[in-house]
């Protein structure tokens, strides 16, 4: 059984994660994909809602689960026995720092980084830049799942003065 890890903060899911998600789950027999829960970041959704979200994206994938982490993602793929890392690449400046964390997670465990080139479609697409544009009012709908880009007017909606 080949199992992998799609790990992320999903802040919220965007179609490039999706894409990247959907691909993993061609590649590999089954596909975890895994929030970082990292209580020192200020996120625009709680774990729980960004768990609910990837949970109500992904239910069309039968080999695609949800799961989070706090802590070394490496600690989470040996709980779970996986051995692979699936990232997505937007461009050369993802780069650097994902070659980087690579070397360092295949350091800290028995664990292959899988990079995905993104579609081109997507590859501009960014979940701090989707929060940004849509904090401005910017119509980001074609750029997230519907119910997302619903929950994140709801959400920035809140936050106005
Ligand atoms: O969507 P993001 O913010 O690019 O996701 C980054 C994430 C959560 C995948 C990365 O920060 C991570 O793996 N964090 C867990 C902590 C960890 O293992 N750090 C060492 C990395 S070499």
């Given at each position: 059984?080949?199992?992998?890890?799609?790990?992320?903060?999903?802040?919220?899911?965007?179609?490039?994660?999706?894409?990247?998600?959907?691909?993993?789950?061609?590649?590999?027999?089954?596909?975890?994909?895994?929030?970082?829960?990292?209580?020192?970041?200020?996120?625009?959704?709680?774990?729980?809602?960004?768990?609910?979200?990837?949970?109500?994206?992904?239910?069309?994938?039968?080999?695609?689960?949800?799961?989070?982490?706090?802590?070394?993602?490496?600690?989470?793929?040996?709980?779970?026995?996986?051995?692979?890392?699936?990232?997505?690449?937007?461009?050369?400046?993802?780069?650097?720092?994902?070659?980087?964390?690579?070397?360092?997670?295949?350091?800290?465990?028995?664990?292959?980084?899988?990079?995905?080139?993104?579609?081109?479609?997507?590859?501009?697409?960014?979940?701090?830049?989707?929060?940004?544009?849509?904090?401005?009012?910017?119509?980001?709908?074609?750029?997230?799942?519907?119910?997302?880009?619903?929950?994140?007017?709801?959400?920035?909606?809140?936050?106005?003065p």
């Amino acid at each position: 059984m080949r199992k992998a890890v799609c790990p992320g903060s999903f802040d919220p899911v965007t179609n490039g994660h999706l894409d990247i998600v959907a691909r993993a789950a061609t590649l590999f027999d089954e596909v975890v994909v895994a929030v970082g829960v990292n209580a020192s970041k200020r996120r625009l959704f709680t774990a729980q809602e960004r768990i609910e979200m990837l949970t109500e994206v992904c239910a069309g994938y039968p080999n695609v689960s949800i799961g989070s982490f706090e802590g070394l993602l490496t600690d989470f793929c040996r709980e779970r026995g996986v051995h692979a890392i699936v990232k997505g690449l937007r461009a050369v400046s993802d780069f650097d720092y994902e070659l980087q964390m690579a070397q360092m997670n295949s350091r800290l465990a028995d664990v292959e980084t899988v990079f995905v080139p993104t579609s081109p479609e997507w590859s501009f697409l960014a979940s701090s830049l989707v929060k940004e544009v849509a904090s401005y009012g910017g119509d980001v709908s074609a750029l997230v799942p519907d119910f997302v880009n619903d929950a994140l007017v709801a959400r920035l909606g809140e936050s106005a003065p």
